[in-house]
Protein backbone atom coordinates (compact mmCIF):
# COMPACT_ATOMS: atom_id res chain seq x y z
CA UNK A 1 0.00 0.00 0.00
CA UNK A 2 1.24 3.44 -0.82
CA UNK A 3 0.22 5.93 1.80
CA UNK A 4 1.32 9.72 2.52
CA UNK A 5 4.09 10.08 5.07
CA UNK A 6 5.25 13.16 4.61
CA UNK A 7 3.84 16.49 3.39
CA UNK A 8 5.44 20.26 2.87
CA UNK A 9 4.27 23.72 1.87
CA UNK A 10 6.80 26.57 0.75
CA UNK A 11 4.49 29.36 1.36
CA UNK A 12 7.25 31.82 0.13
CA UNK A 13 8.89 30.41 -3.17
CA UNK A 14 12.38 29.25 -2.82
CA UNK A 15 12.23 29.57 0.92
CA UNK A 16 12.54 26.96 3.81
CA UNK A 17 9.65 24.66 3.53
CA UNK A 18 7.44 23.79 6.06
CA UNK A 19 6.13 20.14 7.31
CA UNK A 20 2.94 19.75 8.02
CA UNK A 21 0.66 16.73 9.52
CA UNK A 22 -2.32 18.01 6.90
CA UNK A 23 -2.86 20.00 4.24
CA UNK A 24 -5.92 21.76 2.13
CA UNK A 25 -6.07 21.34 -1.23
CA UNK A 26 -6.88 24.62 -3.21
CA UNK A 27 -7.55 25.20 -6.91
CA UNK A 28 -4.35 25.87 -7.49
CA UNK A 29 -2.46 23.43 -5.11
CA UNK A 30 -1.93 23.59 -1.31
CA UNK A 31 -3.37 26.05 0.62
CA UNK A 32 -0.31 28.94 1.13
CA UNK A 33 1.62 27.21 -0.64
CA UNK A 34 3.94 29.17 -2.77
CA UNK A 35 1.84 31.88 -3.22
CA UNK A 36 4.11 34.69 -2.13
CA UNK A 37 7.44 35.78 -4.32
CA UNK A 38 10.32 37.42 -4.30
CA UNK A 39 10.58 39.56 -7.08
CA UNK A 40 13.71 41.53 -8.66
CA UNK A 41 13.53 45.36 -9.97
CA UNK A 42 12.51 43.95 -13.68
CA UNK A 43 9.38 42.04 -11.42
CA UNK A 44 11.22 38.77 -12.60
CA UNK A 45 11.05 35.90 -10.19
CA UNK A 46 14.08 35.05 -7.32
CA UNK A 47 14.98 31.54 -6.63
CA UNK A 48 18.11 30.21 -4.79
CA UNK A 49 19.35 28.89 -8.66
CA UNK A 50 20.84 32.60 -8.23
CA UNK A 51 21.21 33.00 -4.28
CA UNK A 52 21.58 30.24 -2.52
CA UNK A 53 21.16 32.05 0.96
CA UNK A 54 17.18 32.19 0.36
CA UNK A 55 17.43 28.65 2.05
CA UNK A 56 18.27 29.92 5.26
CA UNK A 57 14.96 31.91 5.34
CA UNK A 58 12.17 29.99 7.20
CA UNK A 59 8.59 30.49 7.06
CA UNK A 60 6.61 29.27 9.98
CA UNK A 61 2.77 29.58 9.64
CA UNK A 62 1.52 31.71 12.97
CA UNK A 63 -2.06 32.96 13.79
CA UNK A 64 -3.00 35.22 11.08
CA UNK A 65 0.24 35.37 8.88
CA UNK A 66 3.57 33.96 8.26
CA UNK A 67 6.55 34.21 10.49
CA UNK A 68 9.76 34.76 8.71
CA UNK A 69 13.51 33.70 10.71
CA UNK A 70 16.75 34.13 9.44
CA UNK A 71 18.94 31.16 10.25
CA UNK A 72 21.88 33.98 9.42
CA UNK A 73 20.75 36.34 11.80
CA UNK A 74 18.86 34.84 14.40
CA UNK A 75 18.33 38.01 16.17
CA UNK A 76 15.92 39.26 12.97
CA UNK A 77 12.56 38.29 12.44
CA UNK A 78 9.42 39.60 10.25
CA UNK A 79 5.76 39.03 10.55
CA UNK A 80 3.84 39.47 7.70
CA UNK A 81 -0.68 39.23 7.85
CA UNK A 82 -2.53 37.37 5.74
CA UNK A 83 -4.04 39.98 4.03
CA UNK A 84 -1.42 42.65 4.48
CA UNK A 85 -0.96 43.97 0.42
CA UNK A 86 -0.78 47.50 -1.23
CA UNK A 87 -3.35 48.29 -3.58
CA UNK A 88 -2.71 47.86 -7.71
CA UNK A 89 -2.14 44.74 -9.06
CA UNK A 90 1.58 44.57 -10.79
CA UNK A 91 2.41 41.84 -13.76
CA UNK A 92 5.51 39.32 -12.84
CA UNK A 93 7.09 36.98 -14.34
CA UNK A 94 8.05 33.38 -13.32
CA UNK A 95 9.93 31.45 -16.04
CA UNK A 96 7.65 31.90 -19.45
CA UNK A 97 4.66 32.81 -17.76
CA UNK A 98 3.23 36.72 -16.82
CA UNK A 99 0.68 37.00 -14.25
CA UNK A 100 -0.73 39.27 -12.06
CA UNK A 101 0.09 39.94 -7.99
CA UNK A 102 -0.01 42.05 -5.44
CA UNK A 103 3.01 43.97 -3.69
CA UNK A 104 2.73 43.41 -0.12
CA UNK A 105 5.25 46.51 1.35
CA UNK A 106 7.74 48.24 1.52
CA UNK A 107 8.95 47.83 4.83
CA UNK A 108 8.96 43.72 4.46
CA UNK A 109 11.14 44.71 1.28
CA UNK A 110 13.56 46.37 2.71
CA UNK A 111 13.58 43.67 5.49
CA UNK A 112 14.26 40.49 2.27
CA UNK A 113 16.73 43.12 1.11
CA UNK A 114 18.74 43.21 4.26
CA UNK A 115 18.88 39.59 4.79
CA UNK A 116 19.86 38.73 1.46
CA UNK A 117 21.97 41.74 0.33
CA UNK A 118 20.18 41.95 -3.14
CA UNK A 119 16.87 44.36 -4.15
CA UNK A 120 14.00 42.91 -4.44
CA UNK A 121 10.18 43.05 -3.14
CA UNK A 122 7.85 40.61 -1.97
CA UNK A 123 4.43 40.11 -3.83
CA UNK A 124 1.41 38.00 -3.40
CA UNK A 125 -0.93 36.29 -6.00
CA UNK A 126 -4.77 36.47 -5.05
CA UNK A 127 -7.55 34.17 -5.85
CA UNK A 128 -8.35 36.51 -9.11
CA UNK A 129 -4.85 36.02 -10.53
CA UNK A 130 -5.03 32.42 -12.62
CA UNK A 131 -1.96 30.97 -13.59
CA UNK A 132 -2.83 28.05 -15.98
CA UNK A 133 -0.49 24.75 -15.93
CA UNK A 134 1.53 25.43 -19.39
CA UNK A 135 4.97 24.04 -19.43
CA UNK A 136 7.94 24.34 -21.53
CA UNK A 137 7.86 20.65 -22.17
CA UNK A 138 4.82 21.19 -23.89
CA UNK A 139 2.03 20.40 -21.09
CA UNK A 140 -1.19 22.38 -20.95
CA UNK A 141 -3.74 20.74 -19.37
CA UNK A 142 -7.09 22.51 -19.62
CA UNK A 143 -8.28 24.37 -16.72
CA UNK A 144 -5.59 23.36 -13.92
CA UNK A 145 -3.75 25.96 -12.26
CA UNK A 146 -0.89 26.54 -9.94
CA UNK A 147 1.14 29.60 -8.17
CA UNK A 148 4.49 30.57 -7.81
CA UNK A 149 5.74 26.74 -8.28
CA UNK A 150 7.89 26.32 -11.40
CA UNK A 151 5.29 24.78 -13.41
CA UNK A 152 3.00 22.52 -11.28
CA UNK A 153 0.52 22.26 -8.87
CA UNK A 154 2.66 19.54 -6.61
CA UNK A 155 5.65 17.80 -6.22
CA UNK A 156 5.43 13.79 -5.49
CA UNK A 157 8.24 11.65 -4.39
CA UNK A 158 8.40 8.18 -2.57
CA UNK A 159 10.54 7.51 0.33
CA UNK A 160 12.00 3.94 -1.76
CA UNK A 161 14.12 6.39 -4.32
CA UNK A 162 15.22 8.21 -1.70
CA UNK A 163 16.76 5.71 0.57
CA UNK A 164 18.02 4.29 -3.01
CA UNK A 165 19.91 7.61 -4.00
CA UNK A 166 21.03 7.85 -0.15
CA UNK A 167 22.41 4.47 -0.68
CA UNK A 168 24.59 5.71 -3.81
CA UNK A 169 25.53 8.57 -2.18
CA UNK A 170 29.01 9.23 -0.20
CA UNK A 171 26.92 11.29 2.42
CA UNK A 172 23.36 10.84 2.51
CA UNK A 173 20.53 14.26 1.98
CA UNK A 174 17.40 14.98 3.54
CA UNK A 175 14.64 14.45 1.31
CA UNK A 176 14.01 18.34 1.70
CA UNK A 177 16.38 19.17 -0.65
CA UNK A 178 14.36 18.20 -3.53
CA UNK A 179 11.22 20.34 -1.98
CA UNK A 180 8.51 17.89 -2.59
CA UNK A 181 4.96 18.71 -1.44
CA UNK A 182 3.85 15.16 -0.90
CA UNK A 183 5.72 12.19 0.10
CA UNK A 184 4.99 8.72 -0.10
CA UNK A 185 5.58 5.39 1.74
CA UNK A 186 5.17 2.04 0.55
CA UNK A 187 6.19 0.88 -3.22
CA UNK A 188 9.85 0.39 -4.95
CA UNK A 189 12.48 2.95 -6.10
CA UNK A 190 11.21 5.35 -8.48
CA UNK A 191 7.62 3.72 -8.88
CA UNK A 192 6.25 7.77 -8.60
CA UNK A 193 7.93 7.99 -12.35
CA UNK A 194 5.12 5.96 -13.86
CA UNK A 195 2.22 6.75 -11.57
CA UNK A 196 -0.68 8.26 -13.76
CA UNK A 197 -4.34 8.24 -12.10
CA UNK A 198 -4.47 8.28 -8.10
CA UNK A 199 -6.54 9.40 -5.40
CA UNK A 200 -6.34 10.69 -1.72
CA UNK A 201 -9.64 10.83 0.17
CA UNK A 202 -11.83 12.69 -2.68
CA UNK A 203 -9.57 14.29 -4.44
CA UNK A 204 -8.38 12.90 -8.08
CA UNK A 205 -5.00 13.85 -8.77
CA UNK A 206 -2.40 12.80 -12.33
CA UNK A 207 0.93 12.51 -12.14
CA UNK A 208 1.45 13.95 -16.29
CA UNK A 209 5.45 13.90 -16.25
CA UNK A 210 8.64 13.60 -13.96
CA UNK A 211 10.63 16.56 -12.87
CA UNK A 212 14.08 17.30 -14.13
CA UNK A 213 16.02 18.87 -11.58
CA UNK A 214 18.39 21.83 -11.73
CA UNK A 215 21.74 22.35 -9.10
CA UNK A 216 19.20 23.45 -6.02
CA UNK A 217 19.34 19.99 -4.38
CA UNK A 218 22.95 20.51 -4.20
CA UNK A 219 22.30 23.17 -1.98
CA UNK A 220 22.69 22.85 1.61
CA UNK A 221 19.26 24.04 3.36
CA UNK A 222 20.64 24.16 6.54
CA UNK A 223 23.84 26.05 5.44
CA UNK A 224 22.73 28.44 2.31
CA UNK A 225 25.51 27.08 0.11
CA UNK A 226 26.22 24.50 -2.94
CA UNK A 227 28.29 21.45 -2.57
CA UNK A 228 31.45 21.78 -3.39
CA UNK A 229 30.99 17.97 -5.28
CA UNK A 230 27.85 18.97 -6.77
CA UNK A 231 26.13 16.22 -4.90
CA UNK A 232 23.57 14.93 -5.25
CA UNK A 233 22.78 15.71 -8.66
CA UNK A 234 26.49 14.52 -9.80
CA UNK A 235 25.31 11.05 -8.28
CA UNK A 236 22.04 10.75 -10.22
CA UNK A 237 23.14 12.14 -13.22
CA UNK A 238 24.73 8.85 -13.47
CA UNK A 239 21.62 6.57 -13.64
CA UNK A 240 19.03 8.89 -13.90
CA UNK A 241 19.74 10.53 -16.99
CA UNK A 242 17.31 11.02 -19.92
CA UNK A 243 17.32 12.79 -22.64
CA UNK A 244 19.70 15.06 -21.28
CA UNK A 245 17.78 16.03 -17.64
CA UNK A 246 18.38 14.24 -14.52
CA UNK A 247 14.97 12.98 -13.46
CA UNK A 248 13.53 13.07 -9.92
CA UNK A 249 10.16 12.88 -8.77
CA UNK A 250 6.46 13.16 -10.19
CA UNK A 251 4.95 16.46 -11.04
CA UNK A 252 0.94 16.37 -10.49
CA UNK A 253 -2.14 17.68 -10.98
CA UNK A 254 -5.42 17.19 -9.58
CA UNK A 255 -8.97 17.49 -9.74
CA UNK A 256 -11.60 19.06 -6.56
CA UNK A 257 -10.88 20.44 -2.73
CA UNK A 258 -10.67 19.32 0.21
CA UNK A 259 -7.95 18.40 3.28
CA UNK A 260 -5.09 15.51 3.15
CA UNK A 261 -3.44 14.02 6.03
CA UNK A 262 -0.35 11.97 6.78
CA UNK A 263 -1.27 8.52 6.80
CA UNK A 264 -3.75 8.79 4.28
CA UNK A 265 -3.94 5.95 1.46
CA UNK A 266 -2.76 6.43 -1.95
CA UNK A 267 -5.02 4.39 -4.11
CA UNK A 268 -3.63 3.59 -7.74
CA UNK A 269 -6.47 3.94 -10.06
Aim: contains cysteine; glycine residues 8%.
Amino acid sequence: MLAISQLFIYPIKSLGGISVSSAWVTDRGFQYDRRWMLVNEQNRFLSQREYPKMALLTVHLDKGGLRIKSEEHKESGLFIPFDKTEKGLENVTIWNATCEAFRVGKEVDSWFMDMLEVKCKLVYMPDASLRPVNTASGFSPKEKFTSFADAYPFLMLGEASMHDLNGRLPIPVSIKRFRPNIVFSGGFPYQEDEIGDFSIRQINFTGLENCARCMVPNIDPEKGILDKNKEPIKTLSTYRLKDNKIILGRNVVHTGTGSISVGDEIRLL
